[in-house]
């Protein structure tokens, strides 16, 4: 298993506070991602990062900001949780600097906005 | 803009029986990813292509990317129990290099003993 630890696991807060979700990789791996998952919609994209500092928007970025101030970690961040974030998210790495274009996942985040 | 598009939406079938599920694309992919997700796990890749017409298999999977580059199969022969879970397709998202992701919709499966 890729070394990806994402916490917590599960969370439950209140509309209008701020949430942020923790990805730390051991895997050096320069690209890291961030997925929501909902019935329906397989996984999309919320914000990705091709580096320290680097970062870019995915399909589904309103709402959300992300950081990475080292190799290793990875944060997403709901400014004012909205109960449509109510969601599980996941965090992913991928190792560009290779041929294979594959991403591996963490376990998982799953949120809950009341 | 880019989506893929898999079938069935679900299965139930019994131990045994072999599994056929599909992904398909309006738009080219040069890649094509099979993931399996368990209840409460993250996606586990289970097989990558990288060729038209590539044909790979892993245990009781095989996999195969389509001539036209816009479908991918996955096959499951003999399916157990452990088989159950959703299996999702993936490919490169848009034209740019940094590995990001689109998903099908993904495909449940069920295994009656």
């Known amino acids: 298993d890729a070394g990806i630890t994402q916490s917590p696991r599960h969370k439950v807060t209140e509309t209008g506070t701020p949430v942020t979700l923790r990805c730390h990789q051991t895997?050096?791996?320069?690209?890291m991602y961030w997925y929501r998952q909902d019935p329906g919609h397989g996984l999309r994209l919320i914000h990705y990062s091709y580096g320290v500092k680097d970062t870019d928007k995915g399909e589904v970025s309103d709402g959300y900001s992300v950081s990475r101030s080292k190799t290793e970690d990875f944060l997403l961040t709901l400014e004012s949780a909205t109960s449509s974030q109510t969601s599980v998210y996941f965090c992913?790495?991928?190792?560009?600097?290779?041929?294979?274009?594959?991403?591996?996942f963490g376990q998982g985040t799953r949120l809950t906005v009341v | 803009g880019q989506q893929l598009n898999q079938s069935p939406q679900s299965m139930f079938i019994q131990e045994g029986e072999d599994v056929s599920m599909n992904c398909t694309s309006s738009?080219?992919?040069?890649?094509w990813l099979w993931y399996k997700q368990e209840p409460g796990e993250g996606p586990v890749l289970l097989i990558a292509?990288?060729?038209?017409?590539e044909l790979t298999s892993n245990g009781r999977l095989t996999a195969q990317f389509g001539i036209t580059r816009k479908d991918s199969f996955l096959n499951i022969s003999a399916s157990i129990p452990s088989d159950v879970g959703i299996y999702f397709c993936?490919?490169?998202?848009?034209?740019?290099?940094?590995?990001?992701?689109?998903f099908g919709q993904g495909t449940t499966l069920q295994v009656k003993p």
């Open positions: 292509l990288y060729k038209a017409g």
């Open positions: 895997e050096n791996h320069r690209y």
């Open positions: 993936a490919g490169p998202h848009g034209s740019s290099n940094t590995g990001k992701l689109i």
């Open positions: 992913a790495i991928s190792d560009r600097d290779r041929v294979n274009t594959e991403a591996f």
């Open positions: 738009s080219i992919f040069n890649t």
